[in-house]
T-cell receptor, first 116, second 112 residues
């Protein structure tokens, strides 16, 4: 079964540094998402992306964050100047077809981001 | 404001019994409710979706019900097995491309 893949599985970065998290969504999917999960807390929506532009973003997704689909397969999340509170698990997800609310989202296994 | 509550943080049951998990919500209409399973260190895995105008959905040993009067969904796992031990997440969205919002999850432990 096709799956969403994320790299790296664990990223350790010094505070203030830029970090790029990478995702390869399922190939025929058109909608892409980033979520984060701080340890012990719930999965939180960051941003959705369709047709090469952001569809929705949450309050968490401030100017320090950006997303890009640099080619036909990758989807990236960049954090420009990391803060300690950015430490979390970051999940990429994708869904097929229209943004109908009955479309399940397929998640990758995440990148654990640790800010020192 | 919109809220999703999974009121049990953890649930322990004996193997073979039916596990029932609860998800309550406010201010979602129309509501589309999804259940996901999350294992430690892994991403959520989609299980079932139920729409506001549906009362019940089934998939193998899983059953989801939706009561729009109570604004509640129940998620049942029948004949539970130790392999069903995981955190189960309830998630809601309204329509179109509105974000999927997750509850905190219920950690289910099935004891052999």
């Amino acid at each position: 079964e096709p799956e969403v893949t994320q790299t790296p599985s664990h990223q350790v970065t010094q505070m203030g540094q830029e970090v790029i998290l990478r995702c390869v969504p399922i190939s025929n999917h058109l909608y892409f998402y980033w979520y984060r999960q701080i340890l012990g807390q719930k999965v939180e929506f960051l941003v959705s992306f369709y047709n090469n532009e952001i569809s929705e973003k949450s309050e968490i997704f401030d100017d320090q964050f950006s997303v890009e689909r640099p080619d036909g397969s990758n989807f990236t999340l960049k954090i420009r100047s990391t803060k300690l509170e950015d430490s979390a698990m970051y999940f990429c997800a994708s869904s097929v077809g229209q943004p109908a609310p009955n479309q399940p989202q397929h998640f990758g296994d995440g990148t654990r981001l640790s800010i020192l | 404001s919109q809220k999703i509550e999974q009121n049990s943080e953890a649930l322990n049951i004996q193997e073979g019994k039916t596990a029932t998990l609860t998800c309550n919500y406010t201010n979602y209409s129309p509501a589309y409710l999804q259940w996901y399973r999350q294992d430690p260190g892994r991403g959520p895995v989609f299980l079932l979706l139920i729409r506001e105008n549906e009362k019940e959905k089934r998939k193998e040993r899983l059953k989801v019900t939706f009561d729009t009067t109570l604004k509640q969904s129940l998620f049942h796992i029948t004949a539970s097995q130790p392999a069903d031990s995981a955190t189960y997440l309830c998630a809601l969205r309204n329509s179109g491309n509105t974000p999927l919002v997750f509850g905190k999850g219920t950690r289910l432990s099935v004891i052999a």
